[in-house]
Every structure is written in C-alpha cells, then in structure tokens.
C-alpha cells in the first residue's frame, strides 16, 4: 500500500521551498504488521538538498517509532505540519543525520494478475471455503497469541484502560446494533475496540464473515485504523 500526502505547515505560513511542495510518500509492505512495525517514509521536495530531505524522514521515523501500535501514520503527518518550517530552517548536523538512523523494508515489485487469477478472486466462496477461512484465523490468532514478539505488545494491550471493558464492549455490540464508546483521549476505543470485535467472532468461527468499517474524520487515520488487525492477512 502506497500513498502521498502533501505537507502544509499548521502555522499557515509558506514552505520555505521557493513554491516547491513538500510531499510524504508512505509505503507499508503488503506482509507488514503495521501498526506493530515501521513503514516506510520517503520526503519529495525539488528545492529540499538530500541531506535536509533525509533529516526530516529520520525526524519522521522517530515520531512513529514513539507512538507503534498506534495511529502513528496520522501522528507523523501532524508532526511533519507543525515541525516542516524549523526543520528547513534548523536541520541537525549530518553526523546526527546519519547516525542510527531507522529503516524499513521496501515494498517488493507486484507482478500484474493475469485474467485467469483476476476470475479465481472474484469467485464467491462456498460455505466449506468461509469455514476453511475461518478455521485458518483460530490457528493464526492462536499462534499470535503464544509468539515470543507479541508478549510485549500484549502487555501493552492488556494495560490500556480499555482492555478492563472487553467483555462489557463485546456483549453490548453482539446484543444491539448501535454501539457508542466513550472514553478519554489514548484509552484505547479507537485501536482496541475493533480488535476486540474481530477477536471474537475469530473465536466464535465467524472471523470469515466479520466486516469491520473503519470511518475516520481524515482518510489517512482510516487506513491506519483500518491496518492495525495483523491477522487480516491470511493466505
């Protein structure tokens, strides 16, 4: 997944670039586990010199690296907003550029579908396939759960505020059809409540038929919403 945002200082004032824009591409791979790993960031500017273009994505990196396992796309889009103009005008020195500097995979080239797969992916699943399907995310999130790399963002899971309301959040949504969650700024409604949902109809043998509908005020934090269930993905 690849998208660019154009980057508009939050003060209103003019890019110091000479009317040049100053555009972020964001890459995830397609076997990411965004929210739990890095994307990739990339700064386009015709008047920015590489080494000011290549602080500002560090600046950038370390902003996600601060908030993973959150919306941090959306967070580094509002830093790059209220920071681009001092960053121009202020850049670190080079050693400090280049020294620890965080990386992400590249995204792999894709090859074009042919006809042939095209048709295979439109066919509707049977009800024996949705059961296969939905057998293959019990195991995924079984072995989510056991892994050695997730026991760490478990913890953090399990110490959100959120968390205490899991099963009360489950049951209200499974016995109506209207929902509202109130709770207080990073309590976890935003990046908790749909992996509550989807956790349990994986249990329930319905993670095959779960929909899940992401709305966010700003497409970018839809997607990254949208992107944080690392057991979408299944082959």
């Known amino acids: 997944m690849t998208f660019e945002i154009d980057i508009k200082p939050s003060s209103g004032e003019a890019l110091p670039t000479n009317g040049s824009p100053v555009t972020l591409e964001i890459q995830i791979p397609k076997n990411s586990n965004y929210p739990y790993e890095l994307p990739l960031f990339i700064i386009h500017c015709e008047a920015l010199p590489s080494y000011i273009r290549l602080a500002c994505m560090k600046q950038v990196m370390q902003e996600a690296r601060a908030n993973i396992n959150m919306p941090m796309i959306y967070m580094c889009i509002e830093y790059l907003n209220e920071n681009i103009v001092n960053l121009i005008h202020n850049p670190p020195k080079l050693r400090d550029v280049t020294e620890s500097f965080i990386s992400a995979p590249a995204i792999p080239a894709q090859n074009k579908k042919t006809s042939k797969q095209q048709t295979q992916r439109k066919r509707k699943l049977t009800e ?15 072995e989510m759960n056991v892994a050695e790399q997730y026991q760490a963002i478990g913890k953090v899971r399990n110490n959100l505020p959120a968390y205490s309301f899991k099963e009360q959040v489950v049951n209200a949504v499974l016995k109506n059809q209207v929902v509202i969650v109130c709770g207080e700024t990073g309590c976890g409604k935003t990046t908790q409540v749909p992996q509550f949902i989807l956790d349990q109809e994986i249990k329930s043998m319905q993670g095959s038929k779960c929909n899940i509908i992401c709305t966010q005020p700003r497409r970018i934090s839809a997607i990254g919403v949208a992107g944080m269930h690392p057991f979408l993905r299944v082959k």
């Open 128 to 142: 024996k396939d949705l059961t296969e399907l939905s057998q293959k995310l019990v195991e995924k999130l079984n």
